[in-house]
């Protein structure tokens, strides 16, 4: 419901004039099984992201699926993917 109530304001845009946000920066995470396909839980929502994209030019897609994402596991939040890298010393 947070994702729709997100994606729906995006494309409304803001104030009387339907201005576009630059913040938040939205990124749309897309994965197989999820989102990706007609029948996914969550295809609906797949569907308003790019309607907002071809509204507002946000969200921004990040492919969860991606081979360098390896290793990724739904039950551990150690290796959910990011779309903000960080440096380990």
């Known amino acids: 419901m947070i994702i729709k109530a997100l994606l729906d304001?995006?494309?409304?845009?803001l104030g009387k004039l339907h201005k576009t946000s630059i913040f938040p920066c939205q990124i749309f995470q897309m994965m197989k099984g999820i989102n990706r396909e007609p029948g996914d839980p969550n295809y609906d929502l797949f569907r308003l992201a790019l309607r907002s994209t071809a509204t507002r030019l946000y969200p921004n897609y990040a492919n969860v699926d991606w081979s360098g994402n390896v290793g990724y596991d739904i039950n551990d939040p150690k290796t959910y993917f990011s779309t903000i890298n960080k440096t380990v010393a």
């Not at 304001?9 to 845009?13: A, L, N, T």
Request: proline share 0%; no cysteine.
């Open 9 to 13: 304001v995006s494309i409304e845009g």
